[in-house]
Nanobody, 121 residues
Framework: QVQLVESGGGLVQPGGSLRLSCAAS????????MGWFRQAPGKEREFVAG?????YYADSVKGRFIISRDNAKNTVYLQMNSLKTEDTAVYYCAARGSSTVSMTESGYNYWGQGTQVTVSS
């Protein structure tokens, strides 16, 4: 069983930056692919970024967001730069019992509770 706890969300102005963190329990964190998803009001949850053997990004965040992980701390991060109002959403961290990243919700076994990111002036 893996428990995930996100932090770092908040209110930021357009063009600003935030860094989300996701702390995971468990001894085999390094063998898990980790993903970040987001869900805006009235929309479906969507893939944002993933880290496994390789890193992957949604086109909408490519060049602005960076996913990284510290396996010694069992933590994955999402550095979000040049934020736009359309990045406003609840951001979720997810873990997958495989080192291969999946871009679909169903590919992940464990989910965090989510953290709100609001981009507004």
């Amino acid at each position: 069983q893996v428990q995930l706890v996100e932090s770092g969300g908040g209110l930021v102005q357009p063009g600003g930056s935030l860094r989300l963190s996701c702390a995971a329990s468990g001894r085999t964190f390094s063998s898990y692919a980790m993903g970040w998803f987001r869900q805006a009001p009235g929309k479906e949850r969507e893939f944002v970024a993933g880290s496994g053997g390789r890193t992957y990004y949604a086109d909408s965040v490519k060049g602005r967001f960076i996913i990284s992980r510290d396996n010694a701390k069992n933590t994955v991060y999402l550095q979000m730069n040049s934020l736009k109002t359309e990045d406003t959403a609840v951001y979720y961290c997810a873990a997958r019992g495989s080192s291969t990243v999946s871009m679909t919700e169903s590919g992940y076994n464990y989910w965090g509770q989510g953290t709100q990111v609001t981009v507004s002036s």
